[in-house]
């Protein structure tokens, strides 16, 4: 079973519309994280979460909000969907494990907003 | 403020040749330092990071990446490149002292290997 996992994978929108995309983890971390891909501009954090109770913007915050519902939970949503957030969609957590720290990412949510 | 850059949008490289996908970076202070790979339809893998220790890393599917002080540079490496590392490529810093902080990814870059 998959550590991060996303849903929808994929989702086709209109402008104007309110939309979730969801994200839970098994790995037992604190933290975790929205990007946004766009062909060549990389990842780009959009909010990020230390734990179930410290919620930051990141670098492309507007347009977006998020909750952690839980310590498994976190979901991006657009409230108002433009065609510019047409994009690939990553969640990630990081965690310790034996003193090494590493980001896990999920599959990525494909959104185009039409 | 942490930033990386990778120099090159795409690699072409003959299955057999040897590769490297380029990777300077800018920090304040001590540097954390990773490779991504993304291959098409999948989501992100992690495959090394630098950390402290020695310059020569080596990670996941026979890759391995060399820090670099003077250069400040962090390219990724592979002595035999295979049809199957076609992919996108991404290096990222961690941003802020220490362990702590998110990660600053750069662009990417395409690396396609041809039979």
């Known amino acids: 079973d998959a550590d991060v996992t996303q849903t929808p994978r994929n989702r086709i929108t209109k402008t104007g519309k309110r939309i979730m995309l969801e994200c839970s983890q098994t790995k037992g971390h604190d933290r975790m994280y929205w990007y946004r891909q766009d062909p060549g501009l990389g990842l780009r954090l959009i909010y990020y979460?230390?734990?179930?109770?410290?919620?930051n913007k990141g670098e492309i915050s507007d347009g977006y909000s998020v909750s952690r519902q839980a310590q498994a939970k976190f979901s991006l949503s657009l409230e108002s969907a433009i065609p510019n957030q047409t994009a690939l969609y990553f969640c990630a957590t990081s965690g310790w494990l034996a003193g090494k720290e590493t980001q896990y990412f999920g599959p990525g949510t494909r959104l185009l907003v039409l | 403020a942490q930033s990386v850059a990778q120099p090159e949008d795409q690699v072409n490289v003959a299955e057999g040749n040897p590769l490297t996908v380029k990777c300077t970076y800018s920090v304040s202070g001590n540097p954390y330092l990773f490779w991504y790979v993304q291959y098409p339809n999948r989501g992100l893998q992690f495959l090394l990071k630098y950390i402290t220790g020695d310059n020569l890393v080596k990670g996941s599917y026979g890759f391995e990446a060399e820090f670099n002080k003077s250069q400040t540079s962090f390219h990724l490496k592979k002595p035999s490149a295979l049809v199957s590392d076609s992919a996108l490529y991404f290096c990222a810093v961690r941003e802020g002292e220490g362990s702590q902080g998110n990660l600053i990814f750069g662009k990417g870059t395409k690396l396609s290997v041809k039979p």
């Open positions: 979460s230390f734990d179930v109770k410290d919620i």
